[in-house]
């Protein structure tokens, strides 16, 4: 059974960069889509974007300049980087695998959240 | 984009209730609709896919319908292991979207 952990700092200062890892366990990562999703507290769900294992991404055009999401098939590894943070950006961040191998998906498997607060 | 909005945005029910969730979208999605549900605390979980699929493991009181801009979420008696958040989600195009959500709870 895939298992999907979140990692990376829990306090980010305001226009500096957010960075957070998710690392499959239980599978590998180059027979899925992989997704980063975020929500704010007590407020609902973004999809931020989708990676596959060859490199191929999509963002959501809300968040595209300031975000890069990037794959270590070596590690088992995804990651994401948000760049010139604000508060506005506080959330619980997930990582989530696509259920059918595919871009337009649902999300079957979801890490257990990080949260990351953006704050001096 | 496409939004999704789900209604209502919060409701009670006491348990054996039927209870009924709808997402409406702002353009034609087909069947590319799932329904998760969020605990507090804890990361969604995929209950229903394809507008009216269950996942398999998901107890048949739960159930999907509709097609189009239009879909609704049932939960056929209301068991108190049912109290969460609810979201609405469409896989038609990207980006991915989510309804904002409805929560449930006992009266």
């Known amino acids: 059974q895939v298992q999907l952990q979140e990692s990376g700092p829990g306090l980010v200062k305001p226009s500096e960069t957010l960075s957070l890892t998710c690392t499959v366990s239980g599978g590998s990562i180059t027979t899925d889509y992989w997704s980063w999703i975020r929500q704010p507290p007590g407020k609902g769900l973004e999809w931020i974007g989708y990676i596959y294992y060859t490199g191929s991404v999509d963002n959501n055009p809300s968040l595209r300049s300031r975000v890069s999401i990037s794959v270590d098939t070596a590690k088992n590894q995804f990651s994401l980087r948000l760049t010139s943070v604000t508060a506005a950006d506080t959330a619980v961040y997930y990582c989530?695998?696509?259920?059918?191998?595919?871009?337009?998906?649902?999300?079957?498997?979801w890490g257990q959240g990080r949260m990351v607060t953006v704050s001096s | 984009d496409i939004q999704m909005t789900q209604s209502p945005s919060s409701l009670s029910a006491s348990v054996g209730d039927r209870v009924t969730i709808t997402c409406q979208a702002t353009?034609?999605?087909?069947?590319?609709l799932n329904w998760y549900q969020q605990k507090p605390g804890k990361a969604p979980t995929l209950l229903i896919y394809e507008a009216s699929t269950l996942k398999a493991g998901v107890p048949s009181r739960f159930s999907g319908s509709g097609s189009g801009t239009r879909f609704t979420f049932t939960i056929g008696g209301l068991q108190p292991e049912d109290i969460a958040t609810y979201y609405c989600q469409q896989y038609d195009s990207l980006p991915l979207t989510f309804g904002g959500g409805t929560k449930v709870d006992l009266k």
């Open positions: 353009q034609d999605i087909s069947i590319y």
């Open positions: 989530a695998k696509h259920r059918d191998s595919l871009v337009h998906d649902s999300f079957d498997i």
